[in-house]
């Protein structure tokens, strides 16, 4: 399934991290750190107060003498890190909120950027506000580099561990990122960007002081995270730019879903929602479908006709070259 090459450093990395997690006694996403900042540090392995011992300190050396060999280009690191995070979240049980974005649904996040700007000398920033440990995010600046587009990135979260995943990944493969460890919802010192992008947390925002301040704040009790990051992530995007968030499919029928039509409607436009395969979620009910948003500005309107798409498959190519087909229809008569 995987390169031989991939495959080979997977397993060298798995060890290096079981001997990192043995001798420092630590969880698996810190024994994943320290190792990343091992290979960023020119493959040296750090030994503080004798540990890592004299011994695992060897074997680790003669692991990434091997890692080294193999010259990973920037995507293979981003892909290996993916299938270790992947191991990792098994093992530590890591609750929905902070599981990574699987491959396949970055993927559609590149396809539809790169639908959505498709002049490839326009330099594009990418904005996440819930960056995690910044799979979608590296993703999407990695495969937009690939296809020749000059793409770079900022990553927000609220969970330290997370962010450093990101950050030490994101070094690991060489994407321009700039990383903020702070509240999404707090204000963010950056300039406009091109795209917002997310899988958003669902669930309530505690702090009912500042959501307060944003049109898709609940009347009473907490609001929602998801919507609150949404209304505040297109505040940084350019006028006529878009946003593409992952939420739940039925973020219409919601009990908040009457304060976030009332943004939706009046700050913004949604141009389209591309429900996810039903098989990519335990249940129905906790069924994805990716937002279509756009900014208002000079250039850019409601489009006549709101995409209403779903991905019957991403393994099946067949269907997903169907919506690829209907996508693209769609833009053609619409912008
Ligand atoms: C589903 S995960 C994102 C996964 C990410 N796309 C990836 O590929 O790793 C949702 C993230 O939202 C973050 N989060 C929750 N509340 C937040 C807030 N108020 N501000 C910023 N990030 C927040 C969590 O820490 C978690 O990392």
């Known amino acids: 399934m995987f390169p031989e090459k991939i495959e080979q ?6 060890e290096a991290i079981q001997l990192l997690q043995n001798a420092l006694d630590t969880s698996f996403l810190d024994a994943y750190i320290e190792n990343a900042e091992n290979l960023i540090d020119n493959y040296q392995v750090r030994v503080i107060d004798g540990q890592p011992n004299e011994k695992t300190m060897q074997r680790l050396s003669e692991i990434y003498q091997q890692i080294k060999d193999c010259g990973l280009e920037p995507e293979e690191w981003r892909k290996l890190s993916q299938l270790l995070l992947l191991k990792g979240s098994k093992e530590e049980h890591l609750q929905p909120n902070h599981q990574l974005t699987p491959d396949s649904i970055g993927y559609l996040f590149v396809y539809l950027i790169e639908q959505l700007f498709p002049d490839k000398t326009q330099p594009l920033r990418l904005l996440d506000v819930a960056s995690g440990m910044g799979n979608l995010l590296l ?5 937009l580099q690939l296809a020749k587009h000059e793409a770079s990135g900022i990553g927000v979260d609220i969970d330290e561990t997370l962010l450093s995943i ?11 990122v700039q990383f903020f460890h ?9 300039d406009p960007v091109d795209v917002a992008m997310s899988d958003l947390p ?8 500042k959501a307060s301040e944003f049109l898709t704040k609940a009347e009473e009790g907490h609001s929602y995270a998801h919507h609150l990051l949404m209304e505040q992530a297109m505040k940084y995007v350019k006028d006529a730019g878009f946003g593409l968030f992952l939420v739940p499919s039925n973020f219409l029928e919601t009990e908040q879903s009457t304060y976030l039509k009332k943004w939706l409607t009046s700050e913004v436009y949604l141009q389209g929602a591309v429900q996810l395969p039903d098989d990519l979620f335990k249940t129905k009910e906790s069924s994805k479908s990716i937002l279509i948003l756009q900014k208002k500005g000079q250039d850019a309107k409601q489009v006549e006709e709101v995409l209403v798409a779903k991905v019957a498959s ?8 169907e919506f690829f087909k209907q996508f693209e229809n769609w833009k053609n008569k619409n912008f």
Do not use: C, H, R
């Open 9 to 14: 450093v997977f397993t060298l990395n798995v």
């Open 139 to 143: 993703t999407s600046l990695l495969n």
């Open 166 to 176: 990101a950050a030490s990944t994101s070094e690991l493969s060489e994407a321009k």
């Open 182 to 190: 702070q509240d999404g919802l707090q204000d963010l010192l950056i």
């Open 202 to 209: 669902i669930g309530y925002y505690p702090n009912d002081q």
């Open 314 to 321: 991403i393994k099946n190519t067949e269907t997903v070259m």
